[in-house]
């Protein structure tokens, strides 16, 4: 199966967004050069595919663009009202599940979802970081282990760090020198996988990540890897 991970920017392209909201002053289609993005990376009936800064409103359409008939997309929150969300979608004949938010969360439950597939027994946590109190959540997440992996837009390069020197049962695929946010050079998108589920001696559980993948289409570039499990 493929796993990929890709803030779109709010289907803005490079394009800074003002309030929160859409910004495309140029009217330029980024929203197809994204959904080709999308359809090369789901192929297999379990791959999936997690975008950050998901918005849908009248210049998405993005039930027309992601028709029903072949995707399905996993959210926590009302697509149109909310400015910016955090989905997984897949093809319709997945076997991947969406868990129910919990409800004592007090920040906007569009900022993080978690997926598992029960026949393959995984569970994969997808967020974006735009504050401290989802931070402090996320960190609850990693005490758990209860996923085998957690990745997206990290956005806070000291707290990529400081995971990685405390969270020993996790290992992070991105290393420093990986470009995913190109206005700052910088790797805030991340993927930590649980070293138990993927370990060197489960030579069955392989996982092949050969870097990030360009693309003009966001701000961000796409991180993606193919799981053999």
Request: net charge negative; hydrophobic share 35%.
């Given at each position: 199966?493929?796993?990929?991970?890709?803030?779109?920017?709010?289907?803005?392209?490079?394009?800074?967004?003002?309030?929160?909201?859409?910004?495309?002053?140029?009217?330029?289609?980024?929203?197809?050069?994204?959904?080709?993005?999308?359809?090369?990376?789901?192929?297999?009936?379990?791959?999936?595919?997690?975008?950050?800064?998901?918005?849908?409103?009248?210049?998405?359409?993005?039930?027309?663009l992601f028709?029903?008939?072949?995707?399905?997309?996993?959210?926590?929150?009302?697509?149109?009202?909310?400015?910016?969300?955090?989905?997984?979608?897949?093809?319709?004949?997945?076997?991947?599940?969406?868990?129910?938010?919990?409800?004592?969360?007090?920040?906007?439950?569009?900022?993080?979802?978690?997926?598992?597939?029960?026949?393959?027994?995984?569970?994969f946590l997808?967020?974006?970081?735009?504050?401290?109190?989802?931070?402090?959540?996320?960190?609850?997440?990693?005490?758990?282990?209860?996923?085998?992996?957690?990745?997206?837009?990290f956005n806070?390069?000291?707290?990529?760090?400081?995971?990685?020197?405390?969270?020993?049962?996790?290992?992070?695929?991105?290393?420093?020198?990986?470009?995913?946010?190109?206005?700052?050079?910088?790797?805030?998108?991340?993927?930590?996988?649980?070293?138990?589920?993927?370990?060197?001696?489960?030579?069955?559980?392989?996982?092949?990540?050969?870097?990030?993948?360009?693309?003009?289409?966001?701000?961000?570039?796409?991180?993606?890897?193919?799981?053999?499990?």
């Open positions: 199966m493929r796993i990929s991970s890709f803030n779109i920017n709010k289907f803005c392209g490079a394009y800074s967004s003002q309030n929160g909201g859409y910004y495309n002053p140029r009217n330029v289609d980024f929203k197809s050069s994204i959904k080709k993005i999308v359809d090369s990376l789901l192929n297999d009936k379990d791959d999936i595919v997690f975008l950050q800064e998901f918005v849908d409103n009248k210049y998405i359409g993005v039930s027309e028709v029903q008939k072949k995707y399905t997309i996993f959210h926590n929150s009302d697509l149109v009202k909310n400015k910016s969300n955090v989905v997984a979608i897949t093809l319709k004949n997945s076997t991947w599940e969406k868990i129910d938010f919990p409800e004592d969360i007090e920040f906007p439950n569009n900022k993080i979802i978690e997926m598992e597939t029960k026949d393959k027994q995984l569970r997808s967020f974006h970081n735009t504050n401290n109190e989802i931070k402090e959540e996320i960190n609850k997440y990693f005490e758990t282990g209860k996923d085998d992996i957690i990745l997206g837009d806070d390069l000291e707290w990529i760090d400081s995971l990685k020197n405390e969270r020993k049962e996790y290992r992070d695929l991105v290393t420093n020198d990986m470009i995913t946010y190109k206005p700052a050079q910088t790797a805030i998108d991340r993927i930590f996988i649980k070293k138990a589920t993927f370990s060197e001696e489960k030579s069955s559980n392989k996982i092949f990540f050969n870097g990030v993948i360009e693309t003009f289409a966001s701000d961000h570039n796409i991180l993606s890897f193919l799981l053999n499990y």
